[in-house]
């Protein structure tokens, strides 16, 4: 159950977008694939005609999300944005997330660095964090 959540967490890396009318912008930026910084995204995605699937959504290893909407997908679990809210320089967000058996709230905290990158943490441990790449296919 702990691997489920963690997926969750890095589905839910993608989702800080600010309320209001930065919202649908945010979001509008945030399309697309996104990859674990130092992962190929070549490994990670593909590109079927006009869509982006992951090469192996079995993989047990959580280096990418795909955003397309309002929709966070992850190897093996789609997550929904509940709440966001900004807080100085990050955002938290609270999703819900599904997989085939488990749903399930959670909440993630990141700070965007550029159209290109952002980094996941948790608030608790704001010097541990994760960063991401956006693949540009």
Same mark, same amino acid.
């Given at each position: ?12 890396? $993608?989702? +800080?977008? =600010? #309320?209001?009318?930065? &919202? @649908?912008?945010?979001? %509008? ?42 929709? $966070?997908? +992850?190897? =093996? #679990?789609?997550?929904? &944005? @509940?709440?966001?809210? %900004? ?51």
């Amino acid at each position: 159950m702990v691997g489920r959540f963690s997926r969750y967490l890095a589905v839910g890396a $993608v989702l +800080g977008v =600010s #309320a209001g009318t930065a &919202t @649908a912008a945010s979001m %509008e930026a945030m399309q697309g694939a996104w990859a674990m910084s130092g992962t190929d995204c070549n490994a990670v995605f593909e590109k079927k005609g006009s869509e982006i699937h992951f090469r192996d959504p079995g993989s047990s290893l959580d280096t990418g999300i795909i955003v397309s909407g309002s929709k $966070v997908v +992850g190897p =093996s #679990a789609t997550c929904t &944005t @509940a709440k966001i809210r %900004e807080e100085g320089d990050h955002f938290n967000v609270l999703l819900s997330c599904s997989d085939a058996v488990l749903s399930s709230s959670v909440s993630m905290s990141f700070r965007m660095i550029d159209a290109t990158h952002f980094d996941r943490f948790d608030p608790s441990f704001p010097d541990f964090s994760l960063s991401y790449i956006k693949c540009p296919f």
